[in-house]
């Protein structure tokens, strides 16, 4: 099987660009295309990144023609020939692109025909650049899907372990940004692998409807050549042919789709970057970045800023903007394929860039975090965090809840008053309170008891942490 996505990274390539040649469709025309709207129509300037699909298409399309009898196989081979040393060219960056030629399509063709000579004029036979394009698009986004998963799932990795580190940190869980429960610091960053789990999901979702070919559309219509679409999916590692060609040219709801999943993930790393700057504040001084991940200050020496999740966090609006490009692109089209649709690329390519980008960066950064556990320990005991454990064990005293609630708040104002923590109230004080409350109260009280006693499926508890890591783990080995 051809494998056109094996990337080692996405770039655009900064090969020259050659003004003026022949146009592959000028029969019709009387005068040539005036300049400045060569230049303005072409895509070859950031289209040349297909350039591995675009030839993994033609060399199936072609393969594909000799297998039905449109070419011979000598044919074949000529243009098979052609195409892989077009390829090495490109990859070697000796191959002048041509503004004239408009795309990168158009590029490799008219290259492939100074090479190989009239035998090249046949390879465009049955096909359209409408199909051409719509199959070069889902083929780099599947390769950047699996890219982007294998990204995510190294940083979910690297969750699961800080988190196994972490279980029994105690660390103030938060509403409306105030101190609510004490909480696991491992289960707050198991909160996160959560996140990007279904994000993995996601994008898996996503490929199914990526991986579908649309070769064989031709230009909106179909084809009068008798093409075998199923043996070029084969050979491309498509799933399936699509069903309808007029959708097939101008459909770019999986690039949509494939943005709305990125939008997501995106806004994950937003809300992580979020917590990892209030957190890094001297206010909270929860963790410590290493310096490698900050930079200081021009004008003020002590300072210490954490770049990385806040330039993270303001990357999320590219990601959200190239998002509703696409979907503002699509929402005025007839069918079938139209020019606006080569206005697709540039916010994918951002988007793919951005978000690899920052999964490399928060994959680099996770395991390097140091949390400083005093600290933390220190913020879960303020605020009251154990007065739900005062109130439920009240309730195991007998007591209704809402009773319980009500002793309880009134022991809080009180505790507030003296300046203290329920837990460092006298006993006699609390049974000031309520009567059924003994001296066993105290170890309720603490931080880590609060902990250890929200041990059900999902809590907080160091012993449900540990649970979750191992079922992680398992399902990261499956990815
Ligand atoms: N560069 C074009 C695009 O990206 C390729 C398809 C052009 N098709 C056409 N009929 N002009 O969409």
Redesign the pocket.
Known sequence: MIRPDEHTADQTSDLPLVKSRVKLWGGRFDEPTDAFVEAFT???GF?QRLFREDIAGSTAHAKMLAHVGVLTNEECDKILHGLNTILLDIERGDFAWVVAY?????NIEARLIDRIGDVGKKLHTGR???D??ATD?RLYLRGAIDRMIQALNRLRGALVDLAEREADTVMPGFTHLQVAQPISFGHHLLAWYEMLTRDAERLADVRRRVNILPLGSA?LAGTSYPLDRDYVAQLLGFEGVSRNSLDAVSDRDFAIEFLSATALIMMHLSRMSEELILWTSAQFGFIDLPDRFCTGSSIMPQKKNPDVPELVRGKTGRVYGDLFALLTLMKGQPLA?N?D?????EPLFDAIDTVMGSLRAFGDMIPALQPNRERMRAAAKQGFSTATDLADYLVRQGVPFRDAHEIVGKAVRHAQTAGCDLSELPLAELQNFSPKISEDIFAVLTLEGSMAARNITGGTAPAQVHAQVIAARKTLVKT
Do not use: C, I, T
Not at 102 to 106: C, I, L, P, S
């Open positions: 072409a895509s070859v289209d408009e795309d990168v399509h158009m359209s650049r409408n051409q394009v698009v230009a394929y020019k649709n080569q206005e697709d690329k």
